[in-house]
């Protein structure tokens, strides 16, 4: 039973890269480790020390911490929001992928509140938010919201590991302690299946409005502000739509790191990318309706406190950088995407990885020019980030990159029972078809069945 | 049957009649600043019924939805609607010196107009609403026409080519009715701006198309015109309307929290003026309306598939996007509510004619798309 040429096509696939650990891993897990102990060390700098080691002061109050925070939010959108929307649509075409979104979310959701921790300086009073909560706070809003999407992301990715879990409690009888308790006695019953399907359409629904309201609480900590150019009215959709732009880009980039580094082109083809590419050309259309109504609206508006913030990235001093996040989020990605010839593995890829720097500059053209130029210019401050922030930003990645990693090592980064249960389903398919027709005809027509074209609406 | 029809249509041609003499006798009695605000009213809403069918059917082109498919049909008659209302837009022209302050002279001593006047000036705003006017035709042409033809020549070509334009009439879409949005309702007051207006009026719109395509599908439905459709297809109807009113919830919450907490002077007038007075009733009735009732009473999955509560519900939407319209244009022109003889004109003279135009387009083509190709995919579509 537990030979390994007893085992299913997708077992042999997928439980190998669980089990096998190449030299190539541990080389990339101890440098990623460097970094993250380099950046634990400039966070105890900073505790030792004080805020005043970071290149914040008065007014620029936020720095690269929050737009670390407001970045890494962004990306958790890629699990919770791709993963249960393509699940409601029933777009078939999502079983490899939404393993490898859901773990996203769960890492960078805890490493992006963590930002948030080291950014108020005095992590002693971290609990003071809701020791003595201000209701009208948006920050404590961010806290309930952050808390209840963490701890719902973390069901909506449990839940569909639970037959996985069962699988490899019956093919590795050495990590039994580990997937026995996991696996919660699954047997793959009828009545379990139709549980669990059920269990997981129910978090689907239930995360969809939780990921809108947290990026949009998140936008609300700015527009709630009277600072100009963050108080927008469409701040709420417009860092959502962000977020889902920067989410898939984010997943097309660790699928393609999992596709060759895991071999398994098999599972992960071209076109996963193709159609997620066509999702990333919708959102980086939406994402230019967005920012082109934000701007545009600020110039009708015509008010001189947000002019000159929209000058300050237009023309001034970070114009390096808003135009960078242009280039990065609007032509390239069109062009990239918008030609099918160009929409292939790797064009998706450098698309993603510009916009993802494209929205990181994004967020930080939020976040700095309008503290750089308050309604009341008492100061006249510069902001460059001290080589703590920077640690800390570089530690921040590596232990993403490091926790994703290691979750690849307990559970496999493809879901194997909903690949089986795909192809339960094309079978069904093909003799529901196969019926409509003549029966003399049948043996012709028995070739493989044609999918459907993805429902996405 | 035909000489019932021709009553129907005589009996509503007259009632549009009636509405007409009282519309007419509004701007005589109450003054053109009434008569041009409840023509806005209607033009608006005409728009946003026609441009909300369009861009269903654009919206499924583009994402290749096939289980919709069965029921395109009728957002692609009912999209014409959109170029019904053109006469509309084009005589709305005329309100401009008396209904917006910046098309004015006095305009002129406003330093916030001024400052916006390279965008608000009467000639730029002629040929704004010129462009989207055109547009609208084009984008009929590119998605909607061609799929009548399919009926009798059934070449599939025509589905692929469809879908090929479906990118550039979404971005039609957004753009002219941004434009609308800030153009014809929000530079009534021109000192106030919101970002999230022109998406706020989305929400409205794709509302409103959504439930004309639901009222236009259970008429051919209750009459068997829609053989294969069944309660699932319905259910997505309903789901897509539920989606969307909470959609148009979080937009108006959106835009109102923000303003009301931020306090801003040159902002926050405008929630002040929708929300003094009678004003405020009329506001909770337009959250309570718009939001809540929809809501609840398609929340349960029974309701989504009941062609009685979907019609109901429907027509209650439709009911408040006239509400929402009302409460964003009058407070510009009045600072009471004003309910009355000419607004009901008003109701008469273009229900009837609405409801006449809609008429002929529901007789337009086959009742389903015969000639495309994942027609007979898109009825077998079970949840």
């Known amino acids: 039973m537990n030979r390994r040429e007893d085992w299913t096509y997708e077992e042999k696939a997928l439980i190998p890269p669980v089990v096998d650990t190449s030299r190539l891993f541990w080389f990339t897990a101890v440098g990623l480790s460097a970094i993250v102990l380099w950046a634990l060390y400039a966070w105890y700098y900073q505790l030792q020390r004080g805020l005043g080691v970071t290149g914040m002061g008065r007014p620029i109050y936020w720095g690269f911490y929050i737009t670390n925070f407001v970045f890494f939010i962004g990306v958790s959108h890629a699990g919770t929001l791709i993963s249960a929307i393509l699940r409601l649509t029933r777009a078939e ?21 963590s930002n948030v921790i080291i950014d108020l300086g005095r992590e002693d009073r971290l609990l003071n938010v809701i020791f003595k909560p201000h209701l009208t706070s948006p920050l404590l809003w961010d806290v309930f919201s952050i808390t209840t999407y963490l701890t719902g992301s973390v069901l909506y990715l449990y839940l569909p590991t639970i037959p996985d879990s069962a699988i490899l409690r019956d093919r590795l009888p050495h990590r039994r302690w580990l997937y026995g308790p996991l696996s919660l006695g699954w ?11 059920r269990a997981i359409a129910i978090m689907a629904v239930i995360m969809v409005p939780i990921a809108v309201s947290v990026h949009t609480v998140v936008s609300w900590v700015f527009a709630m502000t009277i600072q100009p150019m963050w108080h927008s009215s469409i701040f709420g959709p417009y860092f959502v739509v962000g977020a889902i732009y920067s989410g898939i880009a984010a ?6 790191i999992i596709r060759k580094g895991c071999h398994l082109e098999a599972f992960l083809k071209p076109l996963h990318f193709d159609y997620l590419g066509r999702l990333l050309l919708v959102m980086t259309l939406l994402w230019t309706y967005f920012t082109f109504a934000e701007y545009i609206t600020t110039y009708y508006g015509n008010s001189p406190d947000e002019i000159k913030v929209m000058m300050s990235k237009l023309t001034g001093p970070f114009a390096p950088y808003f135009w960078t996040m242009v280039i990065c989020c609007l032509p390239i990605p069109l062009i990239i995407l918008g030609v099918r010839r160009f929409r292939t593995i790797t064009g998706t890829v450098i698309a993603s990885l510009l916009i993802n720097v494209g929205m990181w500059l994004e967020r930080f053209t939020i976040v ?81 069945p044609v999918p459907a074209a993805a429902s996405v609406a | 049957m035909s000489s019932g029809s021709g009553t129907t249509i005589r009996s509503l041609l007259l009632l549009s009649a009636v509405g007409f003499v009282g519309a007419a006798a509004t701007y005589f009695v109450e003054g053109p600043a009434r008569f041009w605000a409840n023509w806005l009213v209607w033009m608006v809403f005409g728009i946003a019924v026609g441009l909300g069918c369009l861009f269903i059917v654009a919206l499924e082109h583009q994402v290749q939805s096939v289980w919709s498919v069965p029921l395109r049909r009728v957002p692609e008659r009912l999209s014409s609607l959109a170029l019904w209302v053109t006469p509309l837009v084009l005589a709305a022209l005329l309100c401009l010196p008396v209904l917006y302050p910046w098309a004015r002279p006095e305009g002129a001593s406003v330093p916030a107009i001024v400052l916006k006047s390279a965008w608000l000036n009467t000639p730029f705003f002629i040929i704004r609403t010129v462009a989207c006017v055109a547009l609208w035709f084009v984008a009929y042409r590119l998605v909607v026409k061609r799929s009548f033809e399919q009926d009798r020549s059934r070449d ?97 919450f959106a835009q109102y929290m923000l303003m009301w907490y931020g306090d801003m002077p040159e902002e926050v007038f405008w929630f002040k003026q929708r929300t003094t007075g009678g004003w405020l ?23 989504k598939i009941s062609p009685k509560r979907l019609r109901w519900v429907s027509l209650w939407i439709l009911a408040f996007m ?43 083509g086959e009742d389903t798309p015969v000639g495309d190709p994942f027609l007979q995919e898109g009825l077998e579509f079970r949840l």
Not at chain 1, 187 to 197: A, C, D, M
Not at chain 2, 286 to 293: Q, S, T
Not at chain 2, 342 to 362: K, Q, T, V, Y
């Open chain 1, 93 to 113: 075409w999502r079983r490899p992928i939404t393993r490898a979104a859901e773990i996203i979310t769960v890492a960078v959701i805890a490493i992006g509140a």
């Open chain 1, 187 to 197: 047997t793959g019953t009828e009545r379990q299946k139709k549980l669990l399907n």
């Open chain 1, 251 to 256: 997943i097309i980039v660790a699928m393609a």
């Open chain 1, 368 to 448: 700095i020019p309008t503290l750089s130029n308050p309604r009341i210019p008492r100061y006249n401050v510069h902001y460059t980030p001290s080589w703590v922030e920077v640690s800390l930003m570089a530690g921040c990645f590596a232990l993403f990159i490091l926790v994703y990693m290691g979750f690849a090592k307990l559970f496999p980064i493809i879901s194997i029972w909903e690949i089986e249960e795909g192809k339960e389903g094309v079978q069904e398919t093909a003799e529901r078809l196969e019926s409509y027709l003549p029966e003399g005809e049948r043996d012709e027509a028995t070739g493989p």
């Open chain 2, 156 to 252: 599939p070509m025509i589905t692929v080519c469809l879908r090929r334009h479906a990118p550039l009439v979404l971005a039609i879409f957004a753009l002219t009715l941004t434009t609308v949005a800030f153009d014809w309702i929000s530079s009534l007051e021109p000192v106030w701006y919101s970002d999230i207006f022109g998406v706020y009026l989305f929400a409205g719109t794709f509302l409103s198309g959504l439930a004309a395509t639901t009222l236009g599908t259970l008429y051919l439905y209750n009459r068997g015109r829609l053989p294969g459709v069944t309660e699932d297809h319905l259910y997505n109807l309903g789901g897509f309307l539920f989606a969307f009113t909470v959609f148009w919830g979080y937009i108006a």
């Open chain 2, 281 to 303: 009733a009329l506001a909770l009735i337009l959250g309570i309306g718009h939001f809540f009732v929809p809501f609840l009473a398609l929340v349960s999955r029974k309701a």
């Open chain 2, 322 to 364: 006239l509400v929402d319209l009302y409460w964003l244009i009058f407070p510009a022109v009045g600072a009471k509510v004003r309910l009355g003889w000419p607004e009901l004109s008003f109701a008469l003279l273009f229900l009837p004619l609405g409801l006449l135009a809609a008429r002929a387009a529901m007789a337009k």
